[in-house]
């Protein structure tokens, strides 16, 4: 008997999983998350032959949309923010597959006609009830989005034989450790731990990806990847523009929220994790949730002198003038919610002992992007590091995550001439000129995990709380000895100078990107 091409299986690029037939349920389908990533993820994965050979699409959301209003809302987007441009050939095919539900997320009445719909879009194109959730939509939304799917039969177990279910939750999950623990206890309550993928999409860029590859490889890295050869790591995220129109969240949130506790503590993570024995999933977040158990906590007084906290001040970017954070629309004049945070930081462990972790980040800075620099110890002070000569610039190898993905070793050479003069060099790699090919976007690597069952990019439950554990303890830190104002930075610079005395108090200097 010849099988039905349409149930044919996709393998997993990389892991040669096979990806099975499956529909996406996108509750907030008619928001900018799905219109500028989602969409256009999902577009870029079939024209690369990754997506599998069969599967539907289903957006849902409050919006008032039709099928063929969600199909232009879906061109409009991916003709805008896709990598690749339309291809009449394939459009077709992925439009008919687009389909819209019209509902109100607090309305239970909704995830029925929701159930109703799938099982119809199911039916036509003969899938198996394969499904995913993915929860584009504000945290507060998504008790009542868990609990209505549950109530429509959508939840964990399904109640129809052979189907499964999978959920995608966007960030921020929670404000703080106990808001955490609600939002893991109310997705929990109705999907298994192995069922949950908490997305952050910076574990998905090539650059990210690639940390364990570097190590793990690569023999020269890893035999000097400790204390005894690093003297510090910089953990920079910086952001050009200022808050936008997001002046409603970022005043509940701030830098050490919105950037610390998920991205570049997950950075952090990678970074500095022991070899796992396998690539098996729960294997690495082991590795890497070892990692945030280690972390020494910042409490009390500790908090005033191991991080810096400051807003950005009136200044300009790119000729463009910036007001003040506290002059920003729907920003309190008194606020003292950080668009700058620095922290130094120590884990705690054999490997690190000593060695601090400088971690930065935000907004209205010179540029946008994000690294991660490991520089090791001074070289002895004899020979070329010996007086009269400069000293050495020491060794640094360079992680680009964004927005040239790639990364550069710093390296001394001597100067070309008679005198032993040296000068520091650059090796450089470049994603882009050594594969001819843009790195795929984040939320197409990230989708295509879910679709395989692979959650080694993803957060578990564990690994949030334990995040928010040493962030909450800094917060709670700043309340208790938190002052009435903020230092600034004029906007379009790198930083305040307290920032700077952070790391020039034990000799280093940040790196200017």
């Keep these: 008997m010849t099988p039905d091409p349409e149930h044919h299986a996709t393998p997993h690029a990389g ?3 096979a990806i099975e037939p499956c529909t996406l349920v996108i509750l907030g389908g008619s928001g900018d998350l799905t219109r500028r990533k989602l969409l256009p993820a999902l577009y870029n994965l079939l024209l690369d032959g990754l997506l599998p050979s069969n599967y539907a699409v289903i957006g849902f959301g ?19 923010f896709s990598r690749q441009e339309i291809r009449q050939d394939t459009w077709e095919d992925f439009a ?15 995830y029925r006609d929701l159930r109703t719909r799938i099982e119809a879009v199911e039916a036509q194109f003969t899938l198996p009830g394969h499904r995913i959730f993915y929860l584009a939509i504000p945290p507060n939304s998504f008790a009542p989005a868990c609990q209505g799917l549950q109530q429509a039969g959508m939840g964990d177990p399904p109640d129809s034989p052979g189907r499964s279910s999978r959920v995608i939750v966007e960030k921020p999950i929670g404000r703080d450790l106990e808001s955490a623990r609600a939002i893991n206890a109310t997705i929990g309550g109705v999907f298994r731990e192995s069922q949950i993928y908490r997305i952050d999409h910076y ?13 793990f490889a690569n023999a020269i890295f890893e035999p000097i990847w400790n204390h005894k050869y690093i003297d510090h790591v910089q953990i920079t995220v910086s952001e050009e523009e200022g808050i936008g129109t997001r002046a409603q969240y970022y005043e509940q949130a701030g830098a050490l929220r919105d950037m610390v506790q998920n991205h570049i503590l997950q950075l952090l993570a990678l970074t500095a994790m022991e070899p796992p024995y396998s690539l098996d999933p729960e294997v690495v977040r082991n590795a890497r949730m ?14 005033e002198h191991m991080t810096v906290r400051a807003q950005y001040a009136h200044g300009a970017i790119n000729g463009q003038e910036v007001p003040g954070y506290r002059r920003e629309t729907g920003i309190r004049p008194d606020s003292t919610t950080e668009t700058y945070v620095a922290l130094k930081c120590y884990i705690e462990n054999w490997r690190w002992a000593g060695v601090p972790f400088y971690l930065r980040t935000g907004k209205a800075m010179p540029k946008r992007a994000s690294e991660i620099a490991v520089q090791l110890k001074d070289i002895p002070e004899i020979l070329f590091s010996a ?5 050495q610039a020491p060794n640094l190898l360079t992680l680009r995550i964004q927005p040239h993905e790639g990364m550069a070793l710093r390296i001394m050479s001597k100067i070309p001439g008679s005198k032993g003069n040296t000068h520091p060099v650059e090796m450089n790699f470049n994603y882009g000129d050594a594969f001819s090919a843009p790195s795929p976007e984040a939320y197409e690597r990230l989708l295509l995990d879910v679709m395989a069952d692979d959650a080694s990019l993803f957060m578990r439950h564990d690994a949030v709380e334990a995040s928010w554990a040493w962030v909450t303890d800094i917060l709670n830190g700043w309340d208790s000895h938190g002052s009435r104002w903020l230092p600034e930075y004029p906007a379009g610079t790198w930083g305040p100078i307290e920032a700077d005395r952070l790391i020039e108090t034990d000799g280093s200097k940040w790196r200017v990107l």
């Design 387 to 391: 007086a009269p000569h400069p000293r």
């Design 96 to 110: 008919r597959r687009l389909c819209y539900v019209t509902g109100s997320g607090d309305d239970p009445n909704a």
């Design 62 to 80: 409050r919006t008032p949309c039709t099928d063929e209003a969600f199909r232009t809302f879906a061109r409009d987007g991916i003709k805008k």
């Design 15 to 17: 892991s040669g999983v």
């Design 290 to 303: 070892e990692v945030l158990r280690c972390l020494r906590p910042i409490r009390g007084e500790t908090a």
């Design 203 to 215: 574990l998905g860029k090539e650059t990210v990806q690639n940390i364990m590859v570097l190590r």
